[in-house]
């Protein structure tokens, strides 16, 4: 693997009291930041549930000098970054990433935010609507009444079994009491004292110790205050009850007196439980054909105490011997549990995570920052967590399961337990001794950057296989261990289907990228006899809301098959089909950034690569043609629409238009359809690749707006356009220009963009130097030019594809067949 330079990291407190940890990486392309306010839901008075939540959002509405298009979101939006806020029970976190040009400017603008919030009650009144809508959503969701269930034998007075989702009826904004609880909520938590701040980026130490310091003294001072400790978790016996989801097996421990650090102790033990090596908890219920998955996750950890959920996704024949898991769970546990010291996992342990962190992102690496605060590059578990970890599985025992406890245990479950085995793929690999030729139809393409320790692989097949989604879904089922492992080794690997096509994806560290193509290639054609009889017993993919439905079905319906069926159906599967596929499959395939030796490794993996080589497979996509309305059905009562407008011409130039039109309506369509028409909490628009074609999407769900009417204001929002460019014309519209073409380099683009990028280009029928060429065509741009793209859009001359979870509005929508 390629020297990758260390981080370098500081820490300082400034003449505030505001804490502040620094860290440079020099191989990072965007800058970061993450803030924690030690203040969240459970910390707000009981008669007002939501205050914590709801004053979050104020924030973001700005301040008096940057309010409307120059507050921190559009700012963000503008300049191509992403944004968010989380209020848990403890914590509420602020956290950004951006281009590094563009990250003072979004620094300032949080810090003035969180100390200068503008608090009028007009728009209070205005964000509570839109808090409204979340809670309507939050009420119907099947994961939200789960979460309420896993917690429901705690003890009545502590506040996780309080109501704190924050509704009209819970923040009466009018009221002078809720003012002075807001007002107080604020100036005792939103200060220095309660509040740390991490930065991550390729900057010097210097110039973020600089930044943190311009802006982070805009906080007001303050004192740390000390929080009452919570009541007990449990204060009764509790009276079991019966499971509420038939598909999952829930055993929750609510875990008390937890001396030292659990987070990193919870998340090594989750690491092991859930690891797919032989020997293992999950390996063995596999084997026995009751349990498609396995993971651990705390729902509460907060002053020594701890609620850990283990949850066992059931096959259909795992759904009756719920016994039998659990008593087999309890007992890895115990065996886990006798190998205290755990020192070669330890080891493991701490391979791992510099793993993770040699390709995770700057957002990312600031908030793991955040959350691990004062601890620097410390990857290793130290003895308060070990601590800790000894006394949480001390107390994971049968008679602690809070929903079926199990009194008494069978003497033996007859399993030989072994402890997970090092990550082949975290070790160098063999090379081949002899060169091999490039395969004619993979693409190879060269950062033109200095070595990097990074790169990607795509290998695509036609095979025929639309109607072929339970055959998808096995072979998919059969690369999640390898997939774990991947994951573990610093590489994201991914298997999809789109129409007729498979794609594999590989991205991260280059070192081990060989290796597990080649693994992947075998279980991708040889799966064995068990994986073909577990196949039966895989259930359906989770529900997702609405607009999530939409947006993975957006791919395929793109391309036409609107009738693909996405969660599969029954289909007789045999090793026969399979092996008939890939003999009549062709491929094809491009690398991003792979060195000389990682290439010649994989061209060696590639003489065993299934179906024929096809140096003609990327064709574009034929263009759309009309108003398509496609009608997805979804579990929910809420509606849900997404328009996705193609990109009118081939030309680069037009590919430049189209996404400066999404760079200039993404912050006006978000402000018109959330925050002055308050249609609902799921608002966004933006540039797309999909499937070789790009354009622009927009997308709305509503709990209360017809589907005619959310149509109607996205329709009207559109026929403002050609205003919105002709008000950034001249000086403004060339910064807009150079801010997008600035971003649009393959030098400052993050490897995993970037591929995606060359990819769906591609696709789309473009050479390899796509992202070059973009980036000189936005130098390229005039009012007249996007003026007529605005015009081309408004006709949907390269047409429109409408997907809802109703049927069409009107008759002006072709149905899709």
């Known amino acids: 693997m390629q020297d990758v330079a260390p981080p370098e990291f500081a820490s300082l407190e400034l003449e505030n009291g505001l804490r502040v ?100 009650r007009e728009y209070q009144l205005r964000e509570r609507e839109v808090l409204h809508a979340e809670f309507i959503a939050w009420s119907r969701d099947p994961q939200a009444r789960h979460q309420q269930w896993l917690t429901a034998p705690l003890s009545a007075n502590h506040p996780l079994r309080a109501f704190h989702a924050g509704n009209r009826y819970s923040l009466p904004v009018p009221r002078q009491a809720f003012q002075q609880h807001l007002l107080a909520f604020y100036q005792g938590f939103y200060h220095s004292g309660q509040m740390t701040l991490s930065l991550a980026g390729p900057q010097p130490l210097e110039e973020l110790h600089a930044l943190a310091t311009k802006s982070g003294g805009q906080l007001p001072a303050g004192q740390p205050r000390i929080r009452p400790p919570c009541p007990p978790l449990l204060d009764a016996p509790w009276q079991p009850l019966p499971p509420e989801d038939e598909t999952r097996l829930n055993l929750v421990f609510a875990c008390q007196d937890i001396p030292g650090d659990s987070a990193p102790a919870v998340d090594f033990l989750a690491t092991w439980l859930a690891s797919t090596q032989p020997g293992g908890l999950l390996a063995e219920l596999q084997r026995r054909e009751l349990v498609e998955a396995v993971s651990l996750v705390p729902l509460y950890q907060f002053d020594g105490q701890v609620v850990l959920n283990i949850e066992f996704k059931l096959t259909a024949t795992g759904q009756q011997p719920r016994r039998t898991i659990t008593e087999l769970c309890l007992d890895w546990l115990e065996f886990f549990q006798s190998h205290d010291d755990w020192q070669g996992l330890r080891e493991e342990y701490q391979l791992l995570r510099q793993r993770r962190q040699l390709v995770s992102t700057a957002l990312q690496l600031a908030r793991h920052d955040s959350e691990h605060f004062g601890q620097g590059n410390a990857l290793a578990l130290a003895p308060p967590a070990l601590s800790a970890l000894r006394a949480l599985l001390g107390q994971m025992r049968g008679d602690t399961i809070l929903h079926q406890p199990l009194a008494a245990l069978r003497a033996d479950t007859g399993v030989k337990w072994r402890l997970p085995q090092r990550n082949r793929f975290l070790r160098p690999s063999r090379r081949p001794a002899q060169p091999v030729a490039r395969p004619a139809c ?200 997404l328009l996705f407008c193609p990109t009118a011409g081939d030309q680069i130039i037009d590919q430049a238009a189209w996404q400066m039109l999404a760079q200039l309506s993404q912050a006006a369509f978000y402000r018109r359809m959330r925050v002055e028409l308050q249609l609902g909490y799921a608002v966004f628009s933006g540039f797309r690749q999909v499937a070789g074609r790009s354009g622009l999407l927009f997308g709305v769900q509503s709990p209360s707006t017809s589907m005619a009417d959310i149509l109607e204001h996205v329709q009207v929002f559109l026929h403002t356009l050609p205003g919105l460019i002709r008000a950034c014309s001249g000086p403004a519209l060339a910064n807009e220009c150079r801010d997008l073409a600035a971003r649009t380099s393959l030098a400052d683009m993050e490897l995993g963009l970037a591929a995606d990028s060359l990819w769906q280009a591609r696709l789309a029928g473009h050479s390899s130097d796509f992202i070059d060429q973009l980036r000189k065509a936005f130098g390229r741009l005039r009012t007249d030019i996007l003026l007529h793209a605005a015009q081309q859009l408004l006709e949907a001359q390269a047409g429109w594809l409408c997907l809802a979870n109703q049927p069409p509005v009107d008759t002006t929508w072709q149905v899709a067949q």
Request: aromatic share 8%.
């Open 21 to 120: 940890q620094l860290r440079h990486d020099p191989r990072l392309k965007r800058a970061a930041a993450a803030l924690r306010v030690a203040a969240g839901s459970h910390d707000v008075d009981p008669a007002w549930p939501g205050l914590a939540h709801f004053l979050e959002h104020l924030f973001f509405l700005g301040t008096a000098r940057y309010h409307d298009e120059q507050a921190l979101m559009p700012f963000v939006q503008r300049h191509g970054g992403q944004l968010n806020a989380s209020t848990r029970e403890r914590t509420t976190d602020f956290f950004f990433e951006l281009p590094v040009e563009s990250f003072p400017g979004a620094l300032d603008r949080l810090c003035e935010m969180l100390a200068q919030p503008r608090l009028d």
């Open 442 to 641: 993979l693409d190879s393409i060269d950062t033109a950057q200095p070595a990097s320790h990074e790169g990607c692989v795509y290998l695509r097949w036609r095979v025929k296989s639309a109607q072929r989604s339970g055959l998808w879904r096995l072979l998919d089922h059969n690369l999640l261990k390898l997939r774990e492992e991947a994951s573990q080794a610093g590489v994201q690997l991914s298997f999809s289907s789109l129409g007729d096509h498979w794609q594999l994806r590989l991205c991260g560290v280059q070192e081990p990228l060989a290796a597990l193509v080649e693994q992947a290639l075998e279980n991708l054609t040889q799966p064995s006899p068990e994986v073909w009889r577990q196949a039966a017993q895989l259930n359906a993919p989770a529900a997702l809301i609405p607009i999530r439905e939409l947006l993975q079905r957006l791919p395929e319906h793109s391309l036409g098959y609107y009738q693909t069926p996405l969660r599969g159906r029954d289909e007789h599967l045999q090793p026969a089909m399979l092996q008939r596929l890939w003999s009549e499959a062709r491929w094809d395939g491009m690398t991003l950034g792979l060195s000389p030796s990682v290439a010649q490794a994989l061209n060696a993996v590639l003489l065993k690569m299934p179906g024929r080589q096809d140096t003609a497979l990327c064709q574009p996509p034929l263009p759309l043609h009309g108003r398509t309305w496609s009608q997805v059905a979804t579990d929910s009562n809420e509606q849900a629409l």
